[in-house]
């Protein structure tokens, strides 16, 4: 049998679920606070549902379940593999969100706020922030078009933020409809936005010339790719810059935008800054209309990042319900406050109380004094204590008590 756990998936001592939990149940009280109503969704998916999410390259890596019994042998023996699944894992929660929406609409009351905080899987290649099982936070407020639901969840998911100590950060913002109007103006073909802006979005990993060159490899227009490459040699595009790309009807959503960012930088007191950047893509394919992403600037990278879906919801219920979320990326999260040894303040402290064979009882009642304080484990009293102290100590325990010989906590 093997110990080691599945590639791109960890196992986490207590000291880092603790920290997990912290973090976690913080950023879901600032959701509650704000109004957002916790749900859940399975993590199983029907297979058709996922093929048709319009997830990008995301559809590339989802996690498929094998058919089970007669079903599956007769899919075998018929040669029939592409019907050998029926299920997948889920690689996001907006997807779920959807269906959840569709399937409760009777109870639900719009407009709809939710919070989901839970895991996700995708067939990634495991590397250093890539894991196969990670957790997403995500917030989303469903059955309002009103560009005020952008500007409350950029405001609620950088309080939460805020709330966990990352403190420096920038909100990046852009349209998916405002992009599609530049590249049309730029020449390019409606049928094929969708396939150049999941080029687009790997500017940050290639560069300039490597998206130039990729667009020219998939073999779309060179008038339309050079027109591209003198837009962004451009220094600091502007909305008021890009509304000379932009045709007259779809100028509206630059003042869209504009409202969001400007009603946001108030809300922002100065904390960190929201700006628009064309280069934001987000590689779904499901976003419709505005886009934005936390980028960390003393980590560089994306922290967080969501966008409006009007059309997701509309796959299952054929009614025009349109939404928007937010999603924090809580492993990258984590991994930053790990690597810096975060402690939170406000974790109750551990306590050990250490027993004797027969003292129990008298010992518990004893820890319960201490646990409107402390959270305190109860531990019959080894026969090396030193040794045992310090294993305590490397699991983050804040001080011991001996049952019977001391009255004071003891700090280690």
Same mark, same amino acid.
Do not use: W
């Given at each position: 049998? &093997?110990?080691?756990?599945?590639?791109?998936? *960890?196992?986490?001592?207590?000291?880092?679920?603790?920290?997990?939990?912290?973090?976690? *149940?913080?950023?879901? +009280?600032?959701?509650? *606070?704000?109004?957002?109503?916790?749900?859940?969704?399975?993590?199983?998916?029907?297979?058709?549902?996922?093929?048709?999410?319009?997830?990008?390259?995301?559809?590339?890596?989802?996690?498929?379940?094998?058919?089970?019994? #007669?079903?599956? @042998?007769?899919?075998?023996?018929?040669?029939?593999?592409? @019907?050998?699944?029926?299920?997948? /894992?889920?690689?996001?929660?907006?997807?779920? /969100?959807?269906?959840?929406?569709?399937?409760?609409?009777?109870?639900?009351?719009?407009?709809? &706020?939710?919070?989901?905080?839970?895991?996700?899987?995708?067939?990634?290649r495991p590397q250093k922030g890539r894991l196969r099982e990670f957790v997403q936070c995500d917030i989303d407020i469903l059955g309002s078009s009103s560009p005020s639901c952008e500007t409350e969840l950029i405001y609620t998911t950088a309080k939460a933020l805020l709330a966990i100590k990352i403190d420096e950060f920038k909100i990046k913002v852009n349209d998916r409809?405002?992009?599609?109007?530049?590249?049309?103006?730029?020449?390019?073909?409606?049928?094929?936005?969708?396939?150049?802006?999941?080029?687009? #979005?790997? /500017? +940050?990993?290639?560069?300039?010339?490597?998206?130039? @060159?990729?667009?020219?490899?998939?073999?779309?227009?060179?008038?339309?790719?050079?027109?591209?490459?003198?837009?962004?040699e451009e220094d600091n595009i502007t909305l008021s810059k890009i509304r000379e790309y932009v045709n007259d009807d779809d100028a509206v959503y630059i003042e869209q935008l504009e409202k969001i960012i400007s009603e946001s930088e108030k809300l922002a007191a100065g904390k960190y800054e929201v700006v628009f950047d064309i280069s934001l893509v987000r590689g779904q394919?499901?976003?419709?209309?505005?886009?934005?992403?936390?980028?960390?600037?003393?980590?560089?990278? $994306?922290?967080?990042?969501?966008?409006?879906?009007?059309?997701?919801?509309?796959?299952?219920?054929?009614?025009?319900?349109?939404?928007?979320?937010?999603?924090?990326?809580?492993?990258?999260?984590?991994?930053?406050?790990?690597?810096?040894?975060?402690?939170?303040?406000?974790?109750?402290?551990?306590?050990?109380?250490?027993?004797? @064979?027969?003292?129990?009882? #008298? $010992?518990?009642?004893?820890?319960?004094?201490?646990?409107?304080?402390? +959270?305190?484990?109860?531990?019959?009293?080894? &026969?090396?204590?030193?040794?045992?102290?310090?294993?305590?100590?490397?699991?983050?325990?804040?001080?011991?008590?001996?049952?019977?010989?001391?009255?004071?906590?003891?700090?280690?």
């Amino acid at each position: 049998m &093997k110990i080691k756990t599945v590639k791109g998936t *960890n196992d986490y001592l207590p000291k880092q679920v603790a920290l997990r939990d912290y973090l976690q *149940n913080t950023i879901l +009280d600032i959701y509650v *606070n704000n109004g957002f109503e916790h749900i859940t969704t399975p993590a199983i998916e029907d297979a058709e549902n996922l093929d048709k999410s319009e997830g990008g390259e995301n559809l590339n890596l989802i996690f498929k379940i094998l058919k089970r019994g #007669d079903k599956l @042998e007769r899919a075998l023996s018929d040669a029939k593999y592409d @019907e050998l699944s029926d299920m997948g /894992l889920r690689y996001d929660l907006t997807l779920p /969100l959807s269906r959840y929406y569709a399937n409760n609409k009777a109870n639900l009351i719009l407009p709809v &706020k939710t919070i989901q905080i839970d895991r996700v899987y995708r067939a990634e290649r495991p590397q250093k922030g890539r894991l196969r099982e990670f957790v997403q936070c995500d917030i989303d407020i469903l059955g309002s078009s009103s560009p005020s639901c952008e500007t409350e969840l950029i405001y609620t998911t950088a309080k939460a933020l805020l709330a966990i100590k990352i403190d420096e950060f920038k909100i990046k913002v852009n349209d998916r409809r405002i992009l599609n109007s530049v590249l049309m103006h730029l020449g390019f073909n409606q049928d094929d936005l969708m396939s150049i802006c999941i080029v687009f #979005d790997k /500017l +940050d990993k290639i560069g300039k010339e490597g998206v130039i @060159e990729e667009l020219k490899e998939k073999g779309f227009a060179l008038d339309a790719i050079n027109g591209f490459s003198e837009f962004l040699e451009e220094d600091n595009i502007t909305l008021s810059k890009i509304r000379e790309y932009v045709n007259d009807d779809d100028a509206v959503y630059i003042e869209q935008l504009e409202k969001i960012i400007s009603e946001s930088e108030k809300l922002a007191a100065g904390k960190y800054e929201v700006v628009f950047d064309i280069s934001l893509v987000r590689g779904q394919g499901y976003y419709t209309g505005t886009i934005f992403e936390v980028e960390s600037l003393s980590f560089k990278g $994306a922290i967080a990042g969501g966008g409006r879906y009007d059309n997701l919801i509309g796959k299952f219920t054929g009614e025009n319900i349109p939404a928007v979320g937010f999603s924090i990326g809580f492993e990258r999260i984590y991994s930053i406050l790990s690597e810096q040894g975060y402690m939170p303040e406000s974790m109750r402290k551990k306590v050990a109380v250490f027993y004797s @064979e027969n003292e129990y009882s #008298d $010992a518990a009642l004893y820890a319960d004094r201490l646990r409107k304080e402390y +959270d305190v484990t109860m531990i019959e009293r080894p &026969k090396k204590l030193g040794k045992y102290l310090n294993r305590l100590a490397e699991q983050n325990y804040y001080g011991f008590l001996v049952y019977g010989e001391a009255e004071d906590i003891k700090i280690l």
